[in-house]
């Protein structure tokens, strides 16, 4: 397994335009987290699976966003409509969920957004 | 609101110092991690602590939960200028979720 992979790495997009991006995470693992960050920030909760399942999703939000996990697998997160504000680095994240057992996040390399 | 504060945010030092990094918050965590991030990758976990007062060593660095789980602090000791990064905390609260929320991050610089 190589991990949580992430494309594209980097995006440029035009203010208005909509972009998806989408995350493949290691394979055994089932719950599947997004996070947002901006430069010197730490990472921003988005939303997170666990299989198919949206269990949580983050009030800051706007419903420009939308995140999908189709059959527990990959998942993909559209903004639409982007704004300046959405630049930011777009983090995916997968777990391995047994309970209430707290297992570490393995990270992918993330997707750079940037909107002019 | 931000629930972690860490501190320092910015700290520069010479090859072969130690220094620790703080991680505060009123909140009571079930769990706490702290991992390190360099410029255009994703957060790497160092360790998970989970009992109050635990104390976790990983090589030089060693990691310490609060008795009350609400702080947690990372020491390291003859920091290397690979230790260079931004060191996160991130605590899962005792509300049921499973997510991690994170801190605001420690910019480390260690100069040769």
């Known amino acids: 397994d190589t991990g949580v992979s992430q494309n594209p790495r980097h995006k440029i997009t035009k203010r208005g335009q909509n972009v998806t991006f989408r995350c493949d995470p290691i394979?055994?693992?089932?719950?599947l987290y997004w996070y947002r960050q901006t430069l010197g920030q730490g990472p921003e909760f988005l939303t997170y699976?666990?299989?198919?399942?949206?269990?949580?999703k983050s009030r800051l939000l706007s419903d420009r966003f939308s995140a999908e996990r189709p059959k527990g697998s990959f998942s993909t997160l559209e903004i639409q409509r982007t704004e300046q504000g959405d630049s930011a680095m777009y983090l995916c994240?997968?777990?391995?969920?047994?309970?209430?057992?707290?297992?570490?996040?393995?990270f992918g390399s993330g997707t750079r957004l940037t909107v002019v | 609101t931000q629930l972690l504060e860490q501190s320092p945010q910015f700290l520069s030092i010479q090859e072969g110092e130690n220094l620790t990094v703080y991680c505060n918050s009123s909140?009571?965590?079930?769990?706490l991690q702290w991992y390190r991030q360099e410029p255009g990758e994703g957060p790497v976990l160092l360790v998970t602590?989970?009992?109050?007062?635990e104390v976790k060593k990983l090589k030089r660095l060693t990691f310490q939960f609060g008795d009350a789980r609400k702080d947690s602090s990372l020491h390291i000791t003859a920091a290397q200028p690979g230790d260079t990064g931004l060191y996160l905390c991130?605590?899962?609260?005792?509300?049921?979720?499973?997510?991690?929320?994170f801190g605001t991050g420690t910019r480390l610089k260690v100069l040769a």
């Open positions: 994240a997968s777990s391995l969920a047994s309970g209430t057992a707290n297992y570490g996040y393995t």
């Open positions: 394979s055994e693992h089932n719950r």
């Open positions: 699976f666990q299989n198919e399942a949206q269990l949580e």
């Open positions: 909140s009571v965590f079930s769990s």
């Open positions: 602590v989970v009992t109050g007062g």
């Open positions: 991130a605590g899962r609260t005792t509300s049921g979720t499973y997510k991690y929320i």
